[in-house]
């Protein structure tokens, strides 16, 4: 089985290509540049250095939240494009998840966190595995609501590792709340790894779904929406 993966949830852009069970292709992009621009060009380049045309792709594969709004869309609407033309299946790969999969942190709960704004973080639990085994579904909450909620499913002294966009605007926080309970990863495994959003892929094959059923998953509103209904609520009053 041949599958493209991409990933625009967070601010790293990833594509990965997985053939016959092996990783054929992977590339992040990491600069000022949108999404949207880097997505496309990505894609072909990894198509091409990985020696699949289009039509030879079984399955796409795009991370379908929690993230980043206009991120989450750029990924799915890309994929759901390149899903109708080549008449092939498609499937949504959960960001936290994909954060999590294939980390090997002994005696620590893994807890994946992305930065919501609004001194938010998406957040999510898990034990080490692949896939991961979750043990927390995905919040939208305040830092130290997350971090209680974490520690109440916690084994004694367990140690909470963070990784993903969320730690960097966090880490001070973390440790002060947490001490050396808090644990986080080195740089190169901090962002969402494309590579394992195709893994998950090949896993949740079964899950696979035709381009228009494939949609993006959000734990809250977009900003806009949240500011309409509260001016509706003020003008109520």
């Known amino acids: ?115 919501a704004r609004a001194c938010q973080v998406y957040g999510a639990a898990f034990t080490k595995g692949l896939p991961p085994k979750r043990m927390l579904g995905n919040q939208a909450m305040e830092l130290r609501g997350f971090v209680r909620v974490a520690m109440d499913i916690c084994k004694n002294n367990e140690k909470l590792c963070f990784v993903g966009d969320g730690v960097e605007p966090h880490r001070k926080a973390l440790k002060e709340m947490l001490g050396e309970r808090a644990c986080f990863l080195p740089a190169h495994l901090s962002f969402l790894r494309p590579a394992s959003v195709a893994v998950l892929a090949e896993t949740y094959a079964n899950r696979a779904v035709d381009y228009y059923s494939l949609q993006p998953s959000y734990l809250r509103a977009p900003q806009a929406e949240r500011e309409r209904k509260s001016k509706e609520a003020g003008n109520r009053r």
């Open 1 to 115: 089985m041949n599958i493209l993966a991409v990933d625009t949830s967070g601010p790293v852009a990833g594509v990965a290509v997985l053939s016959d069970g092996k990783i054929v292709y992977e590339g992040a992009a990491i600069n000022p540049n949108t999404h949207s621009v880097n997505l496309l060009p990505m894609v072909e380049e990894a198509l091409t250095r990985s020696g699949l045309p289009v039509k030879a792709i079984d399955l796409f594969a795009s991370v379908v939240g929690p993230g980043s709004f206009t991120g989450v869309r750029i990924g799915v609407c890309t994929i759901k494009g390149m899903a109708h033309g080549a008449g092939k299946p498609c499937v949504g790969i959960d960001a936290l998840e994909a954060l999590a999969a294939g980390l090997t942190t002994e005696n620590a709960l893994i807890c994946p966190i992305q930065d």
